[in-house]
């Protein structure tokens, strides 16, 4: 449902920038008849970087056979650092008139966890599948983990998305103009691991006791809908009639929900990505 919400507040926006906007049609002064401003569109290219944090919670897509109301088992970790593993690039086409300005950006985020210890808050119990000791396999209980250490490129994450802001422009000068934003996105998130899933992750050492290594499951590569939201601040410097200069601030958060692993280990993972990164744009204002 709010994945529903969020798409419609999206399109609502771009489909305001591009049929709306072009049709302003020049300001005059009732009394004089002259011209006083005129809107203005533009097409930008914007390239940059951030980093940021990662919080997940994942649970087993199976239920506990004693309690079928609860999962086999779930597990949460907070404050993961990620950082850029790919330029972030964007295009936006937009315009503004007067303090008021509208845009639509097509981008590309990427991310990915590098090495570091955490702390997965798990609990319940995960099934060992069938190993030559434990045919019939077995059930083992988890607990939450001391400190777990996750190996450098974890996850990856390659986010694509559309998106549409609102934004106001604060009145210093002719050529020089700071705006203050909030928009919506949405898109797809392809995700990846060199291991199946990142909750089951947390039980590896106990599966490996067993004889189950993790890496002889089939590797993670997802593609999965997911939305956000995004404040950038920044200043546009005009420095010709055509051509100006963007740095950017933004604060974005992205929410992403995937399945992972298989058979046995098969689960549900929901995160938010939260990023600040800063952008350098180029924009050209178009006639």
């Given at each position: 449902m709010v994945n529903i919400i969020v798409m419609k507040l999206s399109f609502i926006l771009s489909f305001y920038i591009l049929?709306?906007?072009?049709?302003?049609?020049?300001?005059?002064?009732?009394?004089?008849?002259?011209?006083?401003?005129?809107?203005?569109?533009?097409?930008?290219?914007?390239?940059?970087?951030?980093?940021?944090?990662?919080?997940?919670?994942?649970?087993?897509?199976?239920?506990?056979?004693?309690?079928?109301?609860?999962?086999?088992?779930?597990?949460?970790?907070?404050?993961?650092?990620?950082?850029?593993?790919?330029?972030?690039?964007?295009?936006?086409?937009?315009?503004?008139?007067?303090?008021?300005?509208?845009?639509?950006?097509?981008?590309?985020?990427?991310?990915?966890?590098?090495?570091?210890?955490?702390?997965?808050?798990?609990?319940?119990?995960?099934?060992?599948?069938?190993?030559?000791?434990?045919?019939?396999?077995?059930?083992?209980?988890?607990?939450?983990?001391?400190?777990?250490?996750?190996?450098?490129?974890?996850?990856?994450?390659?986010?694509?998305?559309?998106?549409?802001?609102?934004?106001?422009?604060?009145?210093?000068?002719?050529?020089?103009?700071?705006?203050?934003?909030?928009?919506?996105?949405?898109?797809?998130?392809?995700i990846q691991s060199e291991y199946p899933g990142p909750g089951s992750f947390a039980a590896k050492n106990v599966m490996a006791a067993f004889g189950y290594n993790l890496k002889d499951a089939e590797k993670l590569n997802t593609t999965d809908f997911g939305f956000g939201f995004h404040i950038p601040f920044g200043i546009k410097f005009l420095f010709s009639e055509n051509l100006f200069f963007n740095p950017e601030l933004r604060f974005s958060q992205n929410f992403l929900s995937f399945g992972s692993s298989d058979a046995y280990l098969k689960e549900r993972d929901e995160g938010t990505l939260q990023l600040v990164h800063a952008s350098i744009g180029l924009g050209l204002i178009l006639k």
């Open positions: 049929i709306f906007l072009p049709m302003y049609g020049q300001g005059y002064d009732p009394e004089t008849g002259i011209k006083t401003y005129l809107p203005k569109k533009y097409i930008s290219f914007f390239a940059g970087g951030g980093s940021g944090n990662f919080n997940l919670s994942a649970e087993s897509a199976f239920s506990d056979p004693q309690n079928p109301k609860e999962r086999l088992w779930v597990a949460d970790v907070s404050d993961v650092s990620t950082n850029l593993h790919f330029p972030q690039l964007s295009l936006k086409f937009g315009g503004w008139k007067g303090w008021k300005g509208l845009e639509m950006e097509l981008i590309y985020i990427g991310q990915k966890i590098p090495s570091q210890i955490v702390y997965y808050d798990s609990h319940g119990q995960i099934y060992i599948p069938p190993t030559n000791e434990y045919p019939d396999g077995y059930y083992y209980p988890v607990e939450p983990q001391d400190s777990v250490d996750l190996d450098d490129g974890f996850l990856h994450f390659n986010l694509f998305s559309i998106g549409g802001t609102g934004y106001a422009n604060i009145q210093i000068s002719q050529n020089i103009k700071p705006y203050l934003g909030f928009g919506f996105s949405f898109g797809l998130n392809n």
